[in-house]
């Protein structure tokens, strides 16, 4: 069994996915879909209910009056928030993992993650394409998650890319996990989100997210999204261990998204300050 085949039979030990949050992905993929059905989803799971709303009610929020309901939520934080909170509340325990094959401490993949995420958001609000700005903060959220599976193999089988990079420092880190490992974390990815039956917009985000011109066209608005939320995170000091900043720009992405150094510069502020209010209130729940 060569390398490739190694790490994609060690797919089937990667974490799951809760039911809940594959369940919420589908419903904000749609094109069109009902904001009630979404309250209503997070009505019904009392556990994820519970959490939101001791995360709203948290000192980051500074709201005056505590909130008891989703409902009340939703008026005092907005819509986009609260799916914000459900989303990454759902996925904390699989995001906060330390990957060392990445020498990425704990903390770190998921700080990378998020801040992709609002940045991604933060230019679907921006762009004319109508991407839905939860949807774009979903494919952020999830556009690494090949990078859980190859690290595991790399600690498993002890193949450190590390000194591969002190070498070859002028290769891209993708180029490197195809030399050495057979595959990249972009493809590994994929397979994830095709044995989750995710929505095909966030399987193309996390399979081309690093090469969004070859995504299937339809998608391509989106992955561009992710592929520059991506770069604005790591140049934002949040990477996850040794490939930072290790990957090509798609300058392509200029036929898609053409920002001013201003409008760059609101969309990484505005990401920032979520940034830190999302990360206090999920850090606190979950440690």
Same mark, same amino acid.
């Given at each position: 069994? @060569? &390398?490739?085949? *190694?790490?994609?039979?060690?797919?089937?030990?990667?974490?799951?996915?809760?039911?809940?949050?594959?369940?919420?992905?589908?419903?904000?993929?749609?094109?069109?879909?009902?904001?009630?059905?979404?309250?209503?989803?997070?009505?019904? !799971?009392? %556990?994820?209910?519970?959490?939101? &709303? +001791?995360?709203?009610?948290? $000192?980051?929020? %500074?709201?005056? *009056?505590?909130?008891?309901?989703? !409902?009340?939520?939703?008026?005092?934080?907005?819509?986009?928030?609260?799916?914000?909170?459900? #989303?990454?509340?759902?996925?904390? *325990?699989?995001?906060?993992?330390?990957?060392?094959?990445?020498?990425?401490?704990?903390?770190?993949?998921?700080?990378?993650? &998020?801040?992709?995420?609002?940045?991604? +958001?933060?230019?679907?609000? *921006?762009?004319?394409? %109508?991407?839905?700005?939860?949807?774009?903060?979903?494919?952020?959220?999830?556009?690494?998650?090949? /990078?859980?599976?190859?690290? @595991?193999?790399?600690? /498993?089988?002890?193949?450190? #890319?590390?000194?591969?990079?002190?070498?070859?420092?002028?290769?891209?880190?993708?180029?490197?996990?195809? /030399?050495?490992?057979?595959?990249?974390?972009?493809?590994?990815?994929?397979?994830?989100?095709?044995?989750?039956?995710?929505? %095909?917009?966030?399987?193309?985000?996390?399979?081309?997210?690093?090469? $969004?011109?070859?995504? $299937?066209?339809?998608?391509? $608005? &989106?992955?561009?999204?992710?592929?520059?939320?991506?770069?604005?995170?790591?140049?934002?000091?949040?990477?996850?261990?040794?490939?930072? #900043?290790?990957?090509?720009?798609?300058? /392509?992405?200029?036929?898609?998204?053409?920002?001013?150094?201003?409008?760059?510069?609101?969309?990484?502020?505005?990401?920032?300050?979520?940034?830190?209010?999302?990360?206090?209130?999920?850090?606190?729940?979950?440690?």
């Amino acid at each position: 069994m @060569n &390398l490739e085949e *190694k790490i994609f039979q060690s797919i089937r030990e990667a974490p799951v996915m809760s039911p809940g949050a594959i369940r919420l992905m589908h419903l904000i993929a749609q094109e069109e879909y009902d904001l009630d059905e979404v309250i209503d989803f997070v009505r019904l !799971d009392s %556990g994820l209910t519970s959490n939101i &709303l +001791r995360l709203v009610n948290s $000192p980051a929020f %500074g709201l005056m *009056k505590p909130v008891n309901s989703i !409902d009340r939520a939703v008026i005092y934080l907005g819509m986009q928030t609260v799916v914000s909170l459900a #989303l990454v509340n759902l996925n904390a *325990k699989f995001l906060q993992q330390e990957l060392q094959g990445y020498h990425s401490p704990q903390g770190e993949f998921w700080h990378h993650e &998020l801040r992709t995420a609002l940045s991604t +958001r933060e230019i679907a609000r *921006k762009s004319d394409y %109508g991407i839905s700005p939860d949807l774009a903060f979903t494919a952020g959220l999830l556009h690494d998650i090949g /990078k859980i599976v190859i690290s @595991n193999y790399q600690v /498993k089988e002890e193949c450190d #890319l590390l000194p591969m990079v002190r070498d070859e420092e002028m290769i891209s880190y993708l180029d490197l996990e195809r /030399k050495y490992l057979g595959t990249d974390h972009c493809q590994v990815g994929a397979v994830l989100a095709k044995q989750w039956r995710l929505p %095909g917009a966030l399987e193309s985000s996390i399979e081309f997210h690093h090469e $969004p011109s070859k995504a $299937p066209t339809e998608y391509r $608005p &989106l992955v561009y999204m992710v592929h520059i939320g991506d770069v604005l995170a790591m140049m934002a000091g949040l990477g996850t261990g040794i490939d930072t #900043l290790h990957y090509a720009l798609d300058e /392509k992405y200029l036929s898609y998204y053409s920002f001013t150094f201003d409008e760059i510069a609101v969309i990484m502020m505005n990401a920032e300050d979520e940034f830190e209010r999302l990360k206090e209130t999920v850090e606190t729940n979950h440690t």
